[in-house]
């Protein structure tokens, strides 16, 4: 069985830093590609950053390029979001999920999600 545990969200002052870590398990880690995602209270949920299967492969929405920084450690399981410079508009719930094939930023591909993390940013 699947399973992906997000972690390290929290509320955090404009200009501030949080690392957002995602613990999986189930199937082969390394196998697959990883994505954050977001969603705000009233908006669709939006892509943030994929990470493909070896981290050789990053791609990032336009509105965080620069800030937000995805790795992944195929040791432990884990995908991770830097998110640096946080701006209000970042609020939002963080959801991470997995996927075959390439990183991508359409959400319709990702088979597994989590449950998300809540960050907050105050201005």
């Known amino acids: 069985q699947v399973q992906l545990v997000e972690s390290g969200g929290g509320l955090v002052q404009a200009g501030g830093s949080l690392r957002l870590s995602c613990a999986a398990s189930g199937g082969t880690f390394r196998n697959y590609a990883l994505g954050w995602f977001r969603q705000a209270p009233g908006k669709e949920r939006e892509f943030v950053a994929a990470?493909?299967?070896?981290?050789?492969?990053?791609v990032y929405a336009d509105s965080v390029k620069g800030r937000f920084t995805i790795s992944r450690d195929n040791v432990k399981n884990t995908v991770y979001l830097q998110m640096n410079s946080l701006m209000t508009e970042d609020t939002a719930v963080y959801y991470c999920?997995?996927?075959?094939?390439?990183?991508?930023?359409?959400?319709?591909?990702?088979?597994?999600w989590g449950q998300g993390t809540q960050v907050t940013v105050s201005s």
């Open positions: 999920a997995r996927k075959s094939g390439a990183a991508s930023s359409r959400f319709r591909e990702y088979g597994y």
């Open positions: 990470i493909n299967w070896s981290g050789g492969t990053t």
